[in-house]
């Protein structure tokens, strides 16, 4: 079975490694161009598209990186089902992988690519085949043409990624997301084309709410000093929440006198979980668009309504209904029984999720006890008081790994809550991703930096 894995996966397009280290220069330029593809990815139109395509899961599609109509429809979606299926597979021990040796990493990253080619082509076709995105003529060629389409730009995209990750800084899936909100919140604040008469920007209704130029302006004006604030507020508490850590002091043990701390994140997994949660939150949504037109309303009903003068499809009854949290101006001015649900529903699964996926990343992720001892060993420290020996140092960081872990998990899981109910100039829990990727994508820069000033500490930054 693992030989016949090897050998699908070996037929597959593959990005190879550069052969000699990259400049941080040469690795930003990689980075700008692969930003620059998924946009020009994001606005190719599907060819034979119904061109009243009913718009669909808006809420979510930024945590997907999707843009809906294009050749990245689904976006970042299939990829991270693969990921979050092989996930829990892995740790539930169904697909037994070692991954703290080199073999099981390497089969651990063919199961990687063999879920996310699975899903790529199965997402996409039922996508086109249940009728959620409809040909403009209704014939078999026509559905396959799209769903062509749909696996290309789905391919493509996953070699991005590929290149991000082994070219550039970071991973390729953060960086959409990155840009997916990045556009988001550039067109929710600024942008002056009207829908229905009336601004998309905030800031430009603001403006006009205070001549007089369109109606409740009181209102409009207070949800847009709202949202604005509540922008400003996710930034700053992201930023604080990357900044809390837990320092274990270490000496070096052949040289006395001489000591450092060893920093342990409370966000000990980063953004991982929260992308994860997220992304599987945005998916039961689409996979509910999917059965819903499929005959199969198991996760929910939809309905088609007027917004601004575009028909959008939006959840009536069922999950989906609650996966959606309302703002804050929402419960104001309209409260209504199913606000309180919706918040139940969606901060358990945001909760409940992060902590798992942050639980699943310490151990997936090669940042489990074991291999952070190994990584402190091998640069020659040792905590002070205590013997050398690997069971004892894996005995203390045990202590504070998996406790960090959860609570870190715990932490951007109600912050993306309550990110999403203050209603911010784009979906909260994508602003707050944002910051901890840019975040993340700094400490790299820095990194990437500090290695080339000083070849030496290269060997020491990697442990």
Known sequence: MSNLISK???LVPEIEKPKVKLSLTEKLKWTLLVLVLYYILSMIPL??????????????AVLLAASFGSLLSLGIGPIVTGSIFLQLLVGADIIKV????REGRKKFQEYQTLFTIFFIIFENSIYVLSGALMPATPTLFNKLLLIFQLILGGFILMLLDEVSSKWGIGSGISLFIVAGVAREIFVSALS???AGGVSIGVIPRMISAVFGYVPDAPDVIAFGIVSICATILIFFASTYLQSVRVEIPLSFGRVGGFSIKWPLNLLYTSNIPVILTASLIASLEVWGVMLYHAGFPILGSYEVINVDGVMREVPKSGLVKYL???SIMEMVTAPQLDHLISILVYGSLMLIGAIIFSYLWVEIGGQDPETVADQILASGLLIPGFRSAKPVLVGVLRKYIYPLAIMGGLAVGLLATAADILGALSRGTGILLSVMILYSFYQQIIRYHVEELH????KFLKG
């Open 98 to 101: 070692d991954l703290k040796t």
């Open 192 to 194: 002056p084309i009207s």
């Open 8 to 10: 699908i996966v070996s």
């Open 324 to 326: 959606n949290t309302p």
């Open 47 to 60: 060819y034979g598209l119904h061109p009243q395509q009913v718009q669909r899961f808006e809420a979510l």
């Open 455 to 458: 070849p030496s500490l290269r």
